[in-house]
């Protein structure tokens, strides 16, 4: 009745026959993934203990992770390079919950100005992170957050999402994706690959604006918390405005080292996904049904990374539940366009590590499953329809299986 995912070899063929634009990652490509064989457990990379490294690293990567973990979670002071404008003093202040790396609650205001089908960042007028907080160096000057840029046509809510497994997210390779996108869907759904002006497929942020989780990382220092970095040297200004005299005097630029920052981003890169709690003859049945109902179209439940130089990353099965492609949510979710995606396109949202989170959507306004299913419009809407004509039994075991991940 619904539509099946073609066949191995239709995909493979697919992915070697892409005009690409993107530098391949490696010429050796494993299968995008197996639709015949999503939910093996015992293939996917995974941990038991959440904020814990992926396996097989060696003991020099282990003690960077050790490192990195402490960078993620210490707090930053004006004396160590926080603000002079932010929004919080630590990484770990927002993917906190229940250890470093997972989600928070904390929700962030972006603005960007979309005109004619065209984005803009609005960098040069503070965009498009803008900062809740300053330093006290700051408000000592009356100043206590950054205005919304001048020119911004939307604002977007972001709630911290976990990130857990988003190395291995970067390690899936470009054409992976784009033969994604080539695949022909029932029910409306057509997701399309973030690709970005350096040719590069976009997978980071919501809207998958950021194509390698390096520069989400150092773009994370710098707008998050006004920590300039390797990546971005230059403190930012005050909606385009410059910062008053005396106010960064106290760390030279950048404010974090390399090593440090080195640390801190193979934290991130080599924190496992969380292994999916065990499944009950409910979550099986709901299992079956996220399935059997095309939820699977878009939160495709197990993507194949590509080389890296990394030996833990490369080829690895990665349970994500997710295309990494933007979908059209539909006008009611609308918000800001950022990077190539336009005001109602959002990524696929991985579902990995969802039961550690308290709200859902990007703005975290869902407070249920159901509330967030509800949200599904535009090319999710026939789906969603589907997952609402189920009997109330069987939408409450799709549920339970979701909230297993
Ligand atoms: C004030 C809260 C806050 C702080 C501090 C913060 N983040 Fe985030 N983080 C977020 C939000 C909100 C998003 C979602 C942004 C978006 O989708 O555009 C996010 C997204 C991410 C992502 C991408 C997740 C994905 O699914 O694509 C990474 C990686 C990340 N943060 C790393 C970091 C690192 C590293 C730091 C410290 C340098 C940091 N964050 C500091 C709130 C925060
Ligand atoms: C057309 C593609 C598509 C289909 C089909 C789809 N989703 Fe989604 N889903 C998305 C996108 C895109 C997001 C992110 C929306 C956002 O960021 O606000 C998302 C978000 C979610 C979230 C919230 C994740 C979070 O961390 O906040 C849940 C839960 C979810 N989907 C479950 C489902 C279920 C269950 C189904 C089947 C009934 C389904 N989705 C069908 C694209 C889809």
Excluded at 89 to 111: L, Y
Aim: proline content about 9%; hydrophobic content about 40%; some cysteine.
């Amino acid at each position: 009745m619904h539509c099946r995912s073609p066949t191995l070899p239709v995909l493979i063929a697919g992915a070697f026959s892409l005009a690409c634009t993107a530098e391949p990652r490696s010429g050796l490509e494993p299968p995008a993934f197996d639709p015949n064989d999503p939910f093996v457990d015992t293939v996917a990379v995974v941990a038991s203990i959440p904020g814990s490294p992926i396996p097989g690293l060696s003991r020099d990567q282990r003690q960077l992770f050790q490192e990195g973990m402490g960078v993620f979670a210490q707090p930053f002071t004006p004396a160590t390079g926080l603000g002079p404008l932010f929004n919080a003093n630590a990484c770990g202040e927002c993917h906190e919950d229940p250890v470093p790396g997972g989600p928070g609650d904390e929700v962030e205001v972006h603005a960007t100005a979309f005109h004619a089908g065209s984005c803009q960042f609005l960098e040069t007028h503070g965009g498009p992170v803008v900062q809740q907080d300053a330093t006290p160096e700051l408000q000592a000057l009356g100043i206590l957050r950054e205005p919304i840029p001048e020119g911004a046509t939307d604002t977007g809510l972001r709630r911290s999402p976990p990130v857990f497994g988003l190395g291995l997210l970067d390690a899936v390779s470009d054409r992976t994706i784009i033969a994604l996108s080539r695949i022909r869907h029932q029910d409306g759904v057509h997701g399309r690959p973030a690709i970005l002006p350096s040719g590069r497929v976009g997978r980071f942020g919501r809207k998958a604006n950021t194509a390698s989780l390096t520069e989400f990382n150092a773009g994370a220092f710098f707008a998050e918390m006004g920590v300039t970095n390797r990546l971005h040297p230059v403190e930012g200004t005050i909606a385009g405005q410059p910062l008053p005299p005396g106010v960064d005097l106290l760390t030279p630029e950048p404010e974090i080292d390399d090593a440090a920052f080195r640390a801190a981003d193979l934290f991130v890169r080599f924190l496992a996904p969380v292994r999916p709690e065990r499944q009950t003859d409910q979550t099986r049945q709901g299992r079956w049904l996220f399935r059997e109902i095309n939820c699977t179209s878009c939160h495709i439940p197990v993507l194949v990374t590509g080389f890296s130089r990394t030996e833990a990353l490369r080829f690895k099965r990665i349970r994500a539940y997710s295309d990494l492609l933007l979908h059209d949510m539909g006008e009611a979710e609308a918000d800001i366009c950022d990077g190539v995606a336009t005001p109602s396109e959002f990524r696929t949202q991985p579902l990995m590590g969802i039961r550690f989170q308290e709200g859902y959507m990007h703005d975290g306004a869902a407070e249920t499953i159901g509330d967030a299913i509800q949200r599904h419009g535009g090319e999710a809407a026939t789906i969603r329809d589907r997952f609402f004509n189920l009997i109330p039994s069987d939408q409450a075991a799709l549920v339970a299986f979701v909230l297993t991940l």
